[in-house]
């Protein structure tokens, strides 16, 4: 298995609050990725990462932000959240960018009340 | 714009085969497949690309018409193992490196 991990696992908030969701990788992996999943959608990009300091938008990055100090860390923060991102939030990795596999992590599922 | 996943579900005796549809209204680059089982993270199966090239799995087939935009994963001989929700990922010329996933096809193989 690919070595990802994501904290916290669960999460509850309330509307408004900062959250700040991690992303961990020991397989130094150049690319990362931060999708949403909500029944009937699939997965959806919110932001991804090619290198440390460089991100770039996914289809649904309005109220998201991401920073990537460390290859082997990927942030993602609800500046403030509403209760429309509540949802399972998946961080993936790839060792290339494009037609490379994408390992998955375990999942973050956040509810915002 | 999301591909479109046909069926939204099927349900299968071990040992029967199915297919699973994904097209797109936009011009493909390489179509990936996915497995999730209830609960858990995305597991890779296959990459498709443009010109043929084929990445992934050993006992799961798929293909992929560059004309039409399409691409179809035949589950051949099917386990119990094979049950779970496949996911198609669309990358499009230019949209190098981003995947747009579709809505899912959930796939119930019984004993």
């Known amino acids: 298995d690919a070595g990802i991990t994501q904290s916290p696992r669960h999460k509850v908030t309330e509307t408004g609050t900062p959250v700040t969701l991690r992303c961990h990788q020991t397989e130094n992996h150049r690319y990362m990725y931060w999708y949403r999943q909500d029944p009937g959608h699939g997965l959806r990009l919110i932001h991804y990462?090619?290198?440390?300091?460089?991100?770039d938008k996914g289809e649904v990055s309005d109220g998201y932000s991401v920073s990537r100090s460390k290859t082997e860390d990927f942030l993602l923060t609800l500046e403030s959240a509403t209760s429309s991102q509540t949802s399972v939030y998946f961080c993936?990795?790839?060792?290339?960018?494009?037609?490379?596999?994408?390992?998955f992590g375990p999942g973050t599922r956040l509810t915002v009340t | 714009q999301q591909p479109v996943q046909s069926p939204q579900a099927v349900i299968l005796r071990e040992g029967e085969d199915a297919v699973i549809n994904c097209s797109s209204s936009k011009a493909l680059y390489s179509v990936h497949w996915y497995r999730q089982k209830h609960g858990e993270a995305p597991v890779f199966l296959m990459i498709?690309?443009?010109?043929?090239e084929q990445k992934g799995h050993e006992k799961i087939s798929a293909s992929f018409n560059e004309k039409k935009q399409q691409s179809s994963l035949y589950l051949t001989a099917s386990q119990l193992s094979y049950s779970g929700t496949y996911f198609c990922g669309t990358e499009i010329a230019d949209s190098w490196g981003k995947l747009q996933f579709g809505a899912g096809t959930q796939v119930v193989v019984t004993p």
């Open positions: 990462s090619y290198g440390v300091k460089d991100t």
């Open positions: 498709l690309l443009k010109g043929g």
């Open positions: 993936a990795i790839s060792p290339g960018q494009g037609p490379y596999e994408q390992y």
